[in-house]
């Protein structure tokens, strides 16, 4: 189509095989259509996780947040153990920002000290709130998956529209979590929020 420029193809992988399994969907029955819900609720996993990767390198933390020059990006996870292994792949030798990136599953009640991006999976709100609560909790990105995520106090918050991976911002969550989000990043967000959601 002249005048648009083309996906990057694996942007454009990930949007066709989502498409192709959404459209698929509807006609099957009985044990196809639990398989082809897997395969989705999977696909969706992936594509978050590789958000979340990505949202590392729109992201400026203050120095302040980092024990030295060397220390790494910590991306903790909570409440979504596959989505941190699929995570973990993903990052497995990568750099951003000259840091290396971690993945650290964070268990039941575990603060996330140190942790520089925290995605909290489902509808967890009591876990959300310990987390913006506990002691130690430096500049922190936290994403979620959440109904009523940016309400919570989550900075970006992953919803699904038309059938598609999306994702609301909070400027003045990122604000009061010391965090500084591109301009870029905000430019492909569904919503971004500049007061109270």
């Known amino acids: 189509m002249p005048g648009r420029a083309p996906l990057p193809p694996r942007r454009a992988l990930l949007r066709d095989l989502a498409a192709c399994v959404l459209?698929?969907?509807?006609?099957?029955s009985g044990a196809q259509a639990a398989l082809a819900a897997r395969g989705a609720a999977s696909l969706e996993r992936s594509i978050k996780a590789a958000?979340?990767?990505k949202f590392l390198g729109y992201a400026e933390f203050p120095a302040s947040?980092?024990?030295d020059a060397g220390a790494p990006l910590v991306i903790g996870v909570a409440g979504?153990?596959?989505l941190a292994a699929d995570l973990a792949r993903i990052v497995a030798g990568r750099v951003v920002?000259?840091?290396q990136v971690v993945v650290r599953t964070l268990r039941e009640q575990e603060a996330p000290a140190g942790v520089h991006l925290l995605f909290i999976g489902g509808d967890d709100t009591v876990r959300l709130r310990h987390a913006l609560r506990a002691p130690g909790t430096g500049a922190i990105l936290v994403v979620t998956e959440s109904e009523q995520g940016l309400q919570q106090g989550?900075?970006?918050n992953f919803r699904?529209?038309?059938e598609r991976v999306r994702f609301d911002v909070s400027l003045e969550a990122a604000d009061r979590n010391s965090v500084k989000l591109s301009s870029r990043l905000l430019t492909v967000a569904n919503h971004v929020h500049k007061g109270a959601p």
């Open 154 to 156: 989550s900075v970006i």
């Open 80 to 82: 979504a153990d596959e």
């Open 97 to 99: 920002q000259g840091r």
């Open 160 to 162: 699904i529209v038309e």
């Open 23 to 28: 459209t698929i969907l509807p006609g099957l």
């Open 65 to 67: 947040a980092f024990a």
């Open 51 to 53: 958000f979340l990767y």
